[in-house]
């Protein structure tokens, strides 16, 4: 293990308060999933009133770590102390009771209920009966107090991501939890809903809470934390104090080699159009208007990317142009033919590929193996099946060849899919799309949740489909790098395409304005 000026830090004064009342302790954790070894003797010391975040790339063992932690699942060995006593935390519920709670990488609610009801729920469950009713005023307060928006009367499926993130964090702190963990909660936020998200969680540190962070963004960690436990491959790689490493540094540890961006944009060379939106109309699930006359064009070898915060249509007219919704008003056109509320899978057929916000529910079966998943859209063709029997022993095969080309990590692809983790299922379904040689990508936010390497590997891909000609609809939350990859950028507001730039045109801060609204 590398310690990295570890030393002067422990003499800072944060350290010092927060060692004298050692809150969680985990000594040797180690957890194995059939042959991967997912934590490999890991020990980690959490103090209250402190920042600590747990970087890692993806499948690096940082949510099972903490899925442990929060009962979820049991190590195999190790321990775990809280406030200096043993203890055995058999599932969440025991978690809860000691005041470890924990907002996961994919938010856990009940689509059909409210945001009240679901906190009673969670609340119920920890022994303490709370009726939506009564409880309303406190989550108001709660949400008041550490400025977040609610309305505890909407329904889950009514919200958008970030949204349902928030209840999770409120329904957290309704437990009054001492410990609180959030697995990768940035990925779908905007840079200023991240702000907003960091300074609530300083006001709970503050007020002596410990705060545990997991992501794999290296600015991140650097920014909020008070302490960072760098694991690489199932184990602690290091522990550093954020002012004491660089960027450059902490991805050396992160990574255990020099990373080298080999993102790069090159103007793009065909113009055929691709996909043509006329004047688009499309309804949301409560049935208002959330896609008002939006008309643009896609060309051949070009990457389109949508900004926006999210929750102003984005995901209704993905959803629209992949066949997912009802289009209300207005044309789609895909390679000249109109496809205006064609299937799905008939649009797939015709070279439609899309990589969907929703990994888990809408990217892939989960409960499926690894392999099936990747033949999803392609088992039926002769190469893999004759009239009456599918071929798995051929899925197989090139199951295998496509994990490693695009560097699955598996142990075997006949596990289900669900296993893998956040990243590898982001890998898994880009394998997939890319495999069925589209010629339209629709692609929505798709490296959230990715580390660094990752990243630059998705991108690439992307990159390298746009040389090939393949026509790209990029949604995307972060401006940063949609400035870097993509052709053209447009914002969207309120259902409405607030402006089409050229990338060479765009600036950073008015795209920001037009965001929220403010051009
Ligand atoms: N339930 C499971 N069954 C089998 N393997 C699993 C299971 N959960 C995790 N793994 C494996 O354990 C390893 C660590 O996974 P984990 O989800 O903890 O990684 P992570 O650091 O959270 O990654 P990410 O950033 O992608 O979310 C991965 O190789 C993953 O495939
Ligand atoms: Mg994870």
Redesign the pocket.
């Known amino acids: 293990m590398l310690k990295l000026k570890l030393i002067e830090k422990e003499k800072s004064p944060k350290i010092e308060i927060g060692k004298a009342r050692l809150l969680v302790e985990m000594r040797n954790i180690v957890k194995k999933f059939y042959r991967v070894v997912a934590n490999d003797g890991i020990s980690l010391s959490i103090y209250p009133g402190q920042i600590h975040a747990l970087l890692g790339e ?1 499948g690096a063992g ?3 770590l903490m899925n442990i932690l929060y009962g979820v699942y049991r190590p195999d060995e190790g321990e775990i102390y809280v406030s200096g006593r043993k203890v055995s935390i058999k599932s969440p519920k025991d978690a809860m009771r000691l005041g470890i709670g924990m907002v996961h ?1 994919h938010p856990r609610l009940v689509e059909a209920l409210s945001v009240a009801e679901n906190i009673s729920l969670s609340l119920t469950d920890v022994g303490v009966f709370a009726s939506p009713r009564v409880i309303k005023p406190r989550i108001m307060e709660l949400a008041r107090k550490y400025g977040m928006k609610v309305n505890p009367d909407a329904k889950i499926w009514q919200l958008s991501y970030s949204e349902r993130q928030r209840v999770e964090l409120l329904r957290v702190l309704m437990q009054n939890a001492k410990v609180l963990i959030l ?2 909660p940035t990925t779908m936020l905007t840079s200023s809903e991240k702000k907003e998200l960091f300074s609530m969680l300083r006001k709970m540190a503050s007020e002596g809470k410990a705060v545990i962070f ?1 992501t794999h963004k290296l600015e991140e960690a650097l920014s909020v934390s008070d302490i960072i436990t760098v694991l690489r491959k199932g184990r602690v790689a290091a522990q550093v104090a954020p002012e004491e490493v660089t960027v450059e540094e902490l991805a050396r540890l992160m990574l255990g080699y020099e990373m080298i961006s080999t993102v790069k944009r090159e103007p793009h060379r065909y113009d055929g159009v691709v996909l043509k939106v006329e004047n688009l109309h499309v309804l949301g699930d409560a049935g208002v208007p959330m896609v008002k006359g939006v008309s643009f064009e896609v060309r051949q070898g070009e990457i389109f990317t949508i900004c926006g915060v999210a929750g102003n249509g984005q995901r209704e007219l993905v959803e629209a142009i992949t066949g997912l919704r009802k289009v209300a008003r207005g044309k789609v056109f895909f390679l000249g033919r109109d496809v205006t509320n064609t299937s799905p899978r008939l649009l797939a057929d015709m070279g439609v590929a899309h990589i969907p916000e929703d990994r888990i529910h809408v990217g892939i079966v989960p409960d499926m193996s690894v392999a099936e998943n990747l033949a999803l859209k392609k088992y039926r063709s002769p190469e893999f099946s004759t009239r009456f029997t599918v071929m798995y022993d051929k899925i197989y095969e090139w199951a295998r060849s496509l994990i490693k080309q695009y560097s699955i990590i598996a142990p075997s692809e006949k596990i289900p899919a669900k296993h893998l ?3 590898n299922i982001q890998r898994l379904i880009l394998a997939r799309e890319f495999s069925g040689e589209p010629r339209l990508m629709v692609a929505v936010n798709p490296t959230y ?1 990715l580390d660094v390497a990752a990243t630059n590997f998705i991108l690439s891909k992307l990159l390298e489909a746009k040389k090939r000609g393949v026509a790209v609809l990029m949604i995307s939350e972060d401006l940063e790098q949609a400035l870097k990859v993509s052709d053209k950028i447009a914002v969207m507001y309120e259902g409405q395409l607030k402006g089409i730039f050229p990338v060479e045109e765009a600036d950073i801060r008015e795209i920001e304005l037009m965001m929220v609204g403010v051009k």
Do not use: P, R, W, Y
Request: aromatic share 0%; proline share 0%; charged share 25%.
């Open positions: 993806n940082k949510s099972t990488q697995d990768e997991i983790s956040g990243g949740g």
